[in-house]
């Protein structure tokens, strides 16, 4: 499972700490990571990125960082666990003694 697609780019910018790195990591453009960061910028309000004039984290881009990389983590075990409860052999397991 995946994270939507901003969030996605957001978590790429922070771990690359560069729109390139993030670009090339997700087989994006530049401009497309860009647009991604900057709408989600526009959906909370806030400021997540120095641009210039070197590239930073603000003190909220740092914070929401940490959350998107736990909820990745998070979706990632989901998928584990759905996909062992779906391949797990279910039966009855008797035993005598």
């Known amino acids: 499972m995946l994270l939507e697609a901003r969030l996605r780019a957001f978590e790429a910018v922070a771990s690359e700490q560069s729109f390139v ?3 090339q990591r997700l ?3 530049q401009p497309a990571v860009s647009k991604h960061i900057a709408a989600l910028e526009r959906e909370i309000g ?3 990125v120095i641009r210039r004039p070197s590239f930073q984290l603000t ?4 914070f929401l ?3 998107v990389a736990r909820a990745g983590a998070l979706l990632d ?6 996909r062992a409860l ?6 009855t397991l008797r035993l005598a003694a």
């Open 21 to 23: 790195g993030a670009a």
């Open 27 to 29: 087989h994006l453009s």
């Open 46 to 48: 806030i400021a997540l």
């Open 59 to 62: 003190p909220a881009g740092q």
């Open 65 to 67: 960082a940490g959350y």
């Open 77 to 82: 075990q989901a998928e584990r666990g759905v």
């Open 86 to 91: 779906v391949e797990a052999d279910v039966g």
